[in-house]
């Protein structure tokens, strides 16, 4: 039997691993920067059973003394995530003793998420406790993939920046310190080897995302989606991109599909937090919508008008926004540069490299065929290797390894 202590800034993956590991009777604690209420901010109800330890009061001091400095940017993370592992620490340190008789007898794992982990794993060492590292992207190999694109493109690179060096030294570290790294796809093992981690280290576990217990859609179901016998000018292809909109994402692809498929009945609408500079073309485009970001609560709306989600990603660790689409039985057009959720034909389209051509082929394909969009709808369905079950199942096997 193993106790497990999650330390996790923000809501990632919906707690899906604290979650996970509480249904099993093997969640110690969970250690968060921020914990409020079920009315109101962070907040999951799956653990409102579960020992919280939040760090609400200091996470405001961080946040003003942070914007006194005027720390933006990369610098900004660094520093919060230095902070996070700091009040982690001496938390722990403090009540080191009290863990352990909450434990007795039992092995004792931490996990805690790439970037905000090293300072936590030194400690755990120390203790003698197992670490478990949760990477959330593919590393290096991704960065310099997004790099390539900046210099492609420069006019839409926007503030995008290359992170400072310490951020890879101490990732490097975290990468030593672990005894296991869960990554969210075979695309992320794969960079993470190039990158120079050691291979035995790696366990392919992909997310998981279920529909919060008491949503309505939930209990009835999703209404079935409705598509025409043909796309027109008054009924068009509605395209959902939703997400971050920059260049990882693949939006300068994606831009460059929409200005050649100008004459036909396709809309575009972007959902999320635009971190390109937007072209003054598309920005005034009558057949692109900007959105802008979104509350989480409301995207639903979004999946639920959508006749297909877009996911071009030049690279991802995973890609939750593919199960989101298909809670709401969404079909999508996906990368092969993330998370394998999308099964081509069948559910939804795989790109075979994410270009702009490929993009253009596969919403041509959905134009002609209405029908085969409709059937895709019909088997996009998140699968139960997807579910917080099965991400528990997962993590007891990497408890016993």
């Not at 190039?194 to 309505?216: F, H, N, T, W």
Request: proline residues 5%; aromatic residues 8%; charged residues 25%.
């Amino acid at each position: 039997m193993s106790h497990w202590i999650c330390c996790q800034i923000g809501a990632r993956e919906h707690y899906a691993v604290p979650r996970a590991l509480h249904r099993l009777g093997m969640l110690a604690r969970v250690m968060t920067d921020s914990w409020q209420s079920p009315f109101g901010g962070r907040f999951h109800p799956d653990l409102s059973e579960a020992h919280v330890t939040a760090f609400n009061a200091s996470l405001m001091g961080f946040e003003l003394l942070t914007r006194l400095r005027g720390l933006r940017g990369w610098h900004k993370i660094i520093a919060r995530n230095n902070w996070f592992e700091r009040k982690v620490v001496n938390h722990l340190a403090r009540n080191t003793e009290k863990l352990k008789s909450e434990t007795l007898k039992t092995e004792v794992i931490i996990f805690a998420y790439s970037y905000a982990a090293r300072e936590i794993f030194r400690f755990a060492k120390q203790q003698g406790w197992k670490t478990v590292l949760g990477q959330i992207d593919p590393g290096p190999v991704e960065e310099k993939i997004v790099a390539e694109e900046a210099a492609r493109v420069p006019g839409l690179a926007g503030d995008w920046q290359p992170v400072p060096p310490e951020y890879w030294e101490n990732w490097q570290e975290e990468c030593s310190l672990a005894d296991h790294i869960i990554v969210n796809s075979e695309w992320s093992r794969a960079a993470l080897i190039k990158g120079g981690v050691s291979g035995e280290k790696l366990s392919v576990i992909p997310l998981a995302y279920e529909m919060q217990i008491g949503d309505r859609r939930s209990e009835i179901g999703e209404p079935r989606r409705r598509y025409p016998e043909r796309f027109t000018r008054d009924r068009p292809l509605r395209v959902l991109f939703l997400g971050q909109v920059n260049l990882r994402k693949g939006v300068a692809r994606l831009f460059d599909a929409i200005r050649q498929l100008k004459n036909e009945p396709i809309e575009f609408q972007f959902v999320g937090p635009v971190q390109v500079a937007v072209p003054v073309d598309l920005k005034n485009n009558a057949r692109v919508r900007w959105i802008g970001a979104v509350p989480r609560g409301k995207t639903s709306d979004f999946y639920r008008t959508a006749d297909v989600l877009i996911f071009p990603t030049l690279s991802d660790g995973f890609g939750l926004t593919q199960l989101e689409a298909q809670t709401h039985g969404l079909p999508v057009i996906a990368s092969r540069h993330c998370g394998d959720v999308v099964k081509h034909g069948v559910n939804g389209l795989l790109l075979g490299e994410p270009t702009a051509d490929a993009i253009i082929e596969a919403l041509r394909f959905c134009l002609a065929d209405p029908a085969r969009l409709a059937a895709f709808s019909t088997a996009s369905r998140v699968e139960d290797r997807f579910s917080i079950d099965a991400l528990g199942a997962s993590l007891l096997s990497l408890a016993g390894a």
